[in-house]
């Protein structure tokens, strides 16, 4: 689901009935109303573990993994949206955490007022404010997404208002795309992980059946 405050799950059902499109939120996924970081994390090749097919081996594998503070931007010409997630990686799938994005409608890389002179601090002020009111040690990743975010300028002030939390990684490649490719192969993967554990299932059933 796109970073949109009170955006609710019966609003996503809708518009997927509206278009026609199979839904699996909540049904294969280990996710409840997944959020454009999620999509964003996995896009960029963080977040599912090698194994993600066996839940054993995957569940092994991901306890006492490292968790990131990571922080996504979109960044078009009409908004300006800052979005921060605690993820884990490896994990099967990734996990939800509730939302906590800024969101400026007005900041956008093309903003109403041509002339404001302020913009980049403004920006710099909304970055800095969802770091620092969720961050307490160290940024692991910024992600950059949306048709403006690979704004040069962007970059330079991103990096001055996480400077106090470490040297973050900061990712932006293919930004306008990355997004969706995430959500497609989390998508996938639900499918996949569906079809295997209906075959465990069967499997087991008829091994049972031949003990009888």
Same mark, same amino acid.
């Given at each position: 689901?796109?970073? @949109?405050?009170?955006?609710? $799950? $019966?609003? !996503? /059902?809708?518009?997927?009935?509206?278009? +026609?499109?199979?839904?699996?939120?909540?049904?294969?996924?280990?996710?409840?109303? %997944?959020?454009?970081?999620?999509?964003?994390? *996995?896009?960029? +090749?963080?977040?599912?573990?090698?194994?993600?097919?066996?839940?054993?081996?995957?569940?092994?594998?991901?306890?006492?993994? %490292?968790?990131?503070?990571?922080?996504?931007?979109?960044?078009?010409?009409?908004?300006?949206?800052?979005?921060?997630?605690?993820?884990?990686?490896? +994990?099967?799938?990734?996990? /939800? #955490?509730?939302? =906590?994005?800024?969101?400026?409608?007005?900041?956008?890389?093309?903003?109403?007022?041509?002339?404001?002179?302020? /913009?980049? #601090?403004?920006?710099?002020? @909304?970055?800095?404010? *969802?770091?620092? !009111?969720?961050?307490? =040690?160290?940024?692991?990743?910024?992600?950059?997404?949306?048709?403006?975010?690979?704004?040069?300028?962007?970059?330079?002030?991103?990096?001055?208002?996480? !400077?106090?939390?470490?040297? %973050?990684?900061?990712?932006? &490649? &293919? %930004?306008?795309?990355?997004?969706? =490719?995430?959500?497609?192969?989390?998508?996938?993967?639900?499918? $996949?992980?569906?079809?295997?554990? #209906? #075959?465990?299932?069967?499997? !087991?059933?008829?091994?049972?059946?031949?003990?009888?």
């Amino acid at each position: 689901m796109p970073t @949109i405050i009170a955006l609710y $799950e $019966e609003d !996503a /059902y809708d518009a997927l009935e509206y278009l +026609g499109i199979t839904n699996l939120i909540g049904a294969h996924l280990a996710l409840c109303r %997944p959020r454009e970081i999620n999509y964003a994390y *996995v896009g960029y +090749g963080y977040g599912i573990c090698t194994h993600w097919l066996d839940r054993d081996t995957c569940l092994n594998e991901t306890l006492g993994g %490292p968790t990131y503070d990571v922080l996504l931007v979109d960044y078009s010409r009409n908004c300006l949206s800052v979005d921060w997630s605690r993820l884990r990686s490896p +994990g099967r799938l990734p996990t /939800y #955490q509730p939302l =906590k994005a800024v969101i400026d409608f007005d900041a956008g890389s093309e903003p109403l007022d041509p002339n404001w002179s302020t /913009y980049w #601090q403004h920006v710099r002020a @909304i970055v800095g404010s *969802v770091v620092e !009111a969720n961050i307490s =040690k160290t940024l692991s990743v910024v992600m950059l997404v949306g048709e403006s975010a690979e704004d040069a300028t962007l970059r330079e002030n991103i990096e001055r208002a996480v !400077a106090d939390f470490g040297s %973050p990684t900061i990712l932006v &490649d &293919d %930004p306008i795309y990355v997004t969706a =490719k995430g959500a497609a192969d989390i998508g996938w993967r639900s499918l $996949e992980i569906e079809r295997h554990e #209906q #075959q465990w299932h069967v499997q !087991a059933l008829g091994e049972g059946l031949l003990r009888r």
